[in-house]
């Protein structure tokens, strides 16, 4: 595994991270038992894998809180979320707080490492922020969390509105993005600003569907009227499009943390070594960059929220 520096934050990041929601949900959208995906997490962290991302709304917090009682959670770095409403629905920040200590309950620990506002649309960012961040600071101080996150709404808000705003503010310590292939404009419009205001950056999206359906792929990209991406595949490239897609995000400068969500052992191996690769061949990166680089809004398909228990 490698490792880097998480921003301003100081802590010591795993390259690649466990997503725990997305499709897969660590096996639990799929149909996969809570054994699993305790394997799931545990197969990660043995990989080297030290960041968690999880969120209240997954329901897999219980799932990681028992999967990894019998590491150090002081090696790890665990990051949740709570949703902070919509609209004229801006939770309430007592309400906030509820989801805070129930995520610790789930997680078993008495702290998070990254607390994040989950999905803030850009038209509900100044309310959210003015509405609670008082509140998030005050169960800062008290040792709750450590780091402030906010993470994006990319199926909505593609342009990355939130996070360009949210950056200026200069009061979040990471950021969540979307980018991928066929999205690539973080490089230019959230990169030079977490850059300069030493936020950590979470990837989110690289593959989701869209990259893990070569089918749907090939007929989203002939919909744009572009060449397939097939050119990626070869002895000196990449071994596959997920390899493409981990191995394409990994390196860009601004990028800290992979997330990958799975539900597949053989697919968390994979993941891991692709996002710990090399990067992809020069003259492969510079056809992506010329040729993909304006398509934006592909692949950014919301999954089936999980059945409330
Ligand atoms: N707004 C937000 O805050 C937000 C939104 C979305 C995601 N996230 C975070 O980002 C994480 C990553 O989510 P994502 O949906 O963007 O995940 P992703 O890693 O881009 O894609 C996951 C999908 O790709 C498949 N996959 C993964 N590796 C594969 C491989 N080697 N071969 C074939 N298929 C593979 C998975 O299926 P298998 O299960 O079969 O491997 C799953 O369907 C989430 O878990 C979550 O932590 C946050």
New binding site residues.
Partial sequence: MQYTTFGRTGLRVSVAG????????L?LG?GKSEDDAIAIVRAAIEAGVNLI???AL?GTEGVVGRAIEPFDRSALVLAT?ALAGRGERIVKPEKLVASLENSLRELRTDYVDIF?L??VAPEDYVRTRDELLPTLLRERDKGKFRFLGI????STDPDHEMLSHALRDGLWDSV?V?Q?MLHQHARTRVYPQTQRYGAGT?L??????I??QPERLAAEVQALGLPPLDFLLHAAGAS?M?DA?YRFVRHEPGVDVV??????L???H??ID?ITKSPLPAADLERLRSVYGHVTGVGLDV?TPPPKS
């Fill in positions: 466990l997503g725990c929601g997305g499709f897969s949900r096996g799929v991302d999880t969120a997954y979320k994040q989950h999905a993470t994006e709404t990319p969540m979307a991928h979470l989110m999206f690289v593959v989701r569907g990259f893990a596959s997920m897609a997330l990958f969500g799975t539900s597949d053989t697919h968390l994979a993941n692709s999954p």
